[in-house]
């Protein structure tokens, strides 16, 4: 079984179990310091994590956003509420350059 | 210093307009060749003082800065926070700021913007007091708002409104005192004073016209405590806004002698060069060519391109004068003016719509040869958007028809075709329609043009002006439309997204993961073919969020439960079980327009434990949150009014139970009513039914909300069963040929051959297909099961049911709630400043 890992300052973080992800969907995981991030995985079976918080509403509902891709295959969440899109891989809004969200670095590891 | 050869500019003042002369600036390539110094007062970088309001609904002072991450050091600009200009002199071409260096300068922008004007009354600078201009300002009301109680608003114009609207925001017992007889007196006239005011009082704000301000007194220890008002008349009152507008800050131009007005502003002429050639003065500051200060941040935009244009191309714009349109949202009314509100010119004429029940205002003014010219929208003012472009052209149609509500005659709004090319569409920006058209996409064209980007009010019609996906297809994964999708799916029988994409989307869509757009549109076309769950295998990952966690996301993230009420008929016992629920969760409790109970306030985790408890006692999913059929509302009908001529409840109960869960391209709505009176508002509906003394009429294509259309009858006096035939037929021949998110009024409207052609299949069969139509409903009757019965059966998908997956116990922490009127409300996410950094 592998699971989903998150980079942060102190190291990898464990999120959940590998199958726990949905292609195309999201989960939320609660952050040791109290943040929440937003991991995803896609079709070929990515994942990526991001903050969780739409800055647009400051509702904490990245997660349950839907994954797109752009015709350049950059991968993308839009948030539910008012469906500003978010590229994965920078953060950056798609919409609005002037908004980002954080990034993390994501990774796979085994369980034993 | 190697300057020398550069020759310098420095701007002083770095609000909205100086922000948008250094980009100006960047865009002309200036940057290079020019040294640019910029003085900035506040203790941050520019930022979007029109959106400050919307700090007090979570927007963080990071998210309103205006500059690009790396802009400054990109384009080489340097900026000096914290260290406004003190003095000028000309004769050296020296500017010297508060920290006491000085510097030179070959050109000098002055972008000072304005400061609020404070009445001189006594006690004015009380604490307790305070103005609304800056963050800072911003800041400080909260803080003192936390130990107040009641809050007043000195000035009824447009910052008051929106100030007031923050004030009670923050749970302040609000108060607005104007001076003027009505409110918004500079933007609106006496009609939409008064739809304003009675607006603004049901959302349960006190307004004092007509009175000023004498004297702000204080309590013991000198905090204000409350206003005498010029009639003598006493206000109790924790705290006080002065907005009695603002007045240009031209102190520094004063000092070094640049001519002013009698009444102040930097005087300029068309380039906006001051009374010194080497000095511009730009935005609020400046009392423009036309003799006016512009208070709105578009024009001073135009000022910094004029300006840029002046000294880095020598180009040949000016700045005459500008459009003091307006369009925004205070406290939930719309309120637009635009052109010659107040209808100045001579001989013109004011066409107006005014509906005091409802609140809604809407004034035109025409001039006699059928130009429009202006005009004032209060309560509903979605047609400004068009009819700001309009101003200044004779309208395609007659201007009443403009004005009227959509039911009443009016034009479902008039399409942006209509517009001529040279319309502004975007007046923040001063964009035009076929700038605008010639762009691709919404990103493109704020990129391009930056429409869009400033009050946003224009968005809705820049969406309508490009391109559909550029060739009409659904999606930019898509080439085809949703009902050529929908025909493809049927006829190959494909029941996977990635089937339907990898086989027939765009070439470089294949492969990929598809889009927010097509993604749920794909997912209710295979829901209605009878594909399953929505919770199931792949298609759980199509659905939005609604769809996905069987509930309705609200905008704090928590989400609202509504079980099926059929015909809004409930036994005493199951009310009591939704009071149980509703009081043992917490939720908010509201009764809907639909006759059903909407709970409001249940985090994600906690929606399984209320579901087992509704569906114990015999409830079942209201589909509030799908795209699919609502509510079935109904009036009693024969059984018990004296006036009924059918059982109109136990029709709206066989139609409820027989539509449920039916998935479609929008959320569908139904009624029917006992007799021609009509209680039930059937005519409102997708479908709506109403008794006769032979049987049944059938309308189709209503709708209610914003753009009301009366259905249409399709057919009279039919027989339960015929009823429910036709509506079988119609439900599956819209569901087919509809596009994504196109209500049945819009459907009805656009398809050719319109309500006839409809009828003509429906009834008369002439495509031959009713048969496959009856089928497909038959289908869907039979296999209904209710998805929250069977979610709670079924573990694997209960276990998406927590708000984190690594602490699957824990509650969300940023969901909180704060008591209002005995129940719960969002607590706004004004805590959670900075927290994602
Ligand atoms: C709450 C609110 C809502 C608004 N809503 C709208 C709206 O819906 N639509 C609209 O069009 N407009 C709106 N406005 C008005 C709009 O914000 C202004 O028109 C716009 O900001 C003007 O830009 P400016 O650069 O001229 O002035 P400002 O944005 O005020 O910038 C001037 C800057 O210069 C600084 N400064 C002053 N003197 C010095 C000095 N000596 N040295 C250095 N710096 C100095 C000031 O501190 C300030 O930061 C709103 C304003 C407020 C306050
Ligand atoms: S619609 Fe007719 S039957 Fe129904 S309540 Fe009204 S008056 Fe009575
Ligand atoms: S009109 Fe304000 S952004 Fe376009």
Redesign the pocket.
């Known amino acids: 079984m592998t699971t989903v890992q998150l980079r942060l300052e102190q190291g990898w973080f464990t999120v959940c179990a590998t199958a726990r992800l949905a292609p195309g969907r999201g989960v939320a995981a609660l952050l040791p310091d109290g943040r929440q991030a937003a991991v995803f995985t896609d079709r070929r079976g990515r994942t990526y994590a991001i903050d969780n918080r739409d800055p647009f509403t400051g509702a904490y509902v990245l997660s349950r956003g839907l994954l797109g891709s752009t015709p350049e295959g950059r991968p993308y969440v839009a948030s539910p509420l008012l469906k500003h899109r978010f590229d994965l891989e920078t953060g950056v809004c798609l919409d609005d350059e002037t908004q980002t969200v954080q990034t993390y670095l994501t990774g796979r590891s085994s369980w034993f | 210093m190697p300057h020398e050869h550069l020759s310098t500019i420095v701007v002083?003042?770095?609000?909205?307009?100086?922000?948008r002369f250094l980009e100006a600036l960047a865009e002309r390539g200036a940057a290079g060749r020019t040294r640019v110094v910029v003085?900035?007062?506040?203790p941050r970088p520019?930022y979007d003082?029109?959106r400050?309001?919307s700090y007090f609904t979570g927007t963080t002072p990071d998210e309103l800065g205006l500059v690009p991450a790396d802009f400054m050091r990109r384009n080489a600009i340097e900026l000096h926070i914290g260290?406004?200009?003190?003095s000028i002199d000309r004769a050296a071409r020296t500017v010297t700021?508060r920290s006491g260096r000085t510097f030179p300068y070959d050109t000098l922008v002055l972008?000072?913007?304005?400061f609020p004007f404070v009445p001189p009354v006594p006690g004015k600078d009380l604490p307790g007091c305070f103005v609304?201009?800056?963050i800072e300002d911003l800041l400080a009301v909260e803080a003192y708002a936390k130990t107040a109680t009641t809050g007043t608003v000195v000035g009824g114009g447009?910052?008051g409104l929106?100030?007031a609207g923050a004030l009670s925001g923050l749970g302040l017992d609000t108060h607005i005192v104007e001076f003027a007889p009505r409110l918004m007196p500079a933007q609106v006239d006496e009609g939409g004073g008064a739809a304003l005011l009675r607006t603004i009082e049901n959302m349960g704000l006190t307004v004092h016209t007509g009175v000023g301000t004498r004297e702000i007194t204080a309590d013991d220890d000198g905090h204000v405590r409350g206003m005498t008002l010029s009639d003598s008349s006493h206000l109790s009152t924790d705290l006080v806004i002065f907005s009695a507008g603002v007045r240009p800050?031209d102190q520094?131009a004063r000092d070094c002698g640049l001519a002013v007005g009698e009444r102040g502003g930097i005087v300029v002429d068309a380039q906006c060069r001051t009374s010194d050639p080497a000095v511009f003065a730009?935005?609020?500051?400046a009392l423009a060519a036309d003799g006016r200060v512009?208070?709105?941040?578009?024009p001073?935009y135009d000022m910094a391109e004029t300006v840029a244009d002046t000294i880095v191309d020598t180009g040949e714009r000016a700045f005459t004068g500008a459009d003091l349109s307006?369009k925004?949202k205070l406290l939930g009314v719309d309120v637009a003016s635009f052109g010659d509100a107040h209808g100045t010119a001579e001989g013109c004429l004011d066409v107006v719509y005014s509906d005091s029940r409802s609140g809604v205002y809407k004034k035109l003014v025409v001039s006699r040869d059928g130009v429009l010219l202006g005009g004032v929208l209060v309560g509903d003012a979605d047609a400004y958007g068009m009819l700001r472009p309009l101003t200044g052209h004779v309208p395609p149609v007659a201007p009443e028809q403009l004005v009227l509500p959509a039911g009443l005659g009016g034009p479902a709004l008039l399409g942006p075709e209509s517009l001529p090319d040279d319309a502004v569409i975007c007046s923040?920006h001063n964009v035009t329609k076929g700038a605008i058209s010639a762009c691709s996409s919404l990103p493109e064209a704020k990129q391009r043009t930056k429409a869009g980007t400033?009050?946003g009010s224009c968005v809705k019609t820049i969406g309508t002006l490009l391109p559909r996906s550029g060739d009409g297809g659904l999606c930019g994964c898509f080439a085809r439309t949703r009902q050529e999708l929908y025909e493809i799916a049927l006829a190959l029988r494909i029941s996977s997204f990635t089937e339907l994409l990898d086989g027939h989307g765009r070439p470089a869509a294949r492969g990929g993961e598809g889009c927010e757009i097509c993604k749920p549109a794909v997912a209710s076309i295979l829901a209605g073919l009878g594909n399953g769950h929505i919770l199931d295998g792949e298609q759980a990952a199509l659905q939005d969020t609604n769809d996905h966690f069987l509930a309705n996301l609200q905008r704090n993230g928590s989400y609202s439960v509504v079980p099926r009420i059929p015909g809004g008929e409930i036994t005493p016992d199951k009310l009591i079980v939704i009071g149980e629920v509703a009081r043992d969760f917490g939720l908010y409790t509201k009764i809907t327009g639909g006759q059903r109970i909407d709970l409001f306030g249940a985090r994600v985790e906690q929606l399984p434990a209320i579901w087992a408890r509704l569906v114990e006692s015999g409830f079942e999913s209201g589909h509030a949150y799908g795209k699919s059929l609502r509510t079935v509302k109904s009036c009693v009908g024969q059984t018990w009014c004296r006036y009924g001529v059918q059982d109109s409840a136990r029709m709206a109960i066989d139609l409820e139970l027989r539509y449920r869960g039916l998935r479609s391209p929008h959320k569908l709505k139904s009624a029917v009513s006992g007799c021609a009176r009509e209680c039930a508002e059937a005519r409102s509906k997708d479908f709506g039914v109403i008794a006769t003394a032979g049987g049944w009429n059938l309308y189709v294509g209503g709708n209610g909300g914003a753009s009301p259309r009366h259905a249409d009858l399709l057919v009279q006096d039919l027989t339960d069963d015929e009823l429910v035939r036709l509506i079988d037929r119609f439900l599956m021949f819209y569901i087919r040929t509809a596009d994504r998110l196109e209500r049945t009024s819009v459907w009805l409207e656009r398809i050719e051959g319109g309500l006839a052609h409809v009828r003509d299949v429906v009834v008369d069969d002439s495509l031959g297909i009713c048969a496959e139509l009856e089928a497909l409903m038959a289908a869907h009757v039979a296999g209904y099961r209710d998805e929250w019965a069977e979610t709670l059966d079924d573990p694997e998908r209960l276990a998406r049911f927590v708000s984190f997956v690594n602490a699957p116990g824990a509650p969300d922490p940023s969901i909180r709630f704060v008591p209002e009127r005995g129940q719960i409300k969002p607590e706004l996410p004004l805590l959670t400043l900075g927290a994602t950094r």
């Not at chain 2, 003085?39 to 506040?42: D, P, V």
């Open positions: 002083v003042g770095h609000g909205m307009v100086g922000q003085l900035c007062e506040e520019a003082r029109v400050l309001t260290d406004p200009a003190e700021a972008a000072t913007g304005s609304y201009r800056t447009l910052l929106e100030a800050r520094l730009i935005g609020e500051c512009y208070g709105l941040v578009a001073g307006t925004l923040c400033g009050c």
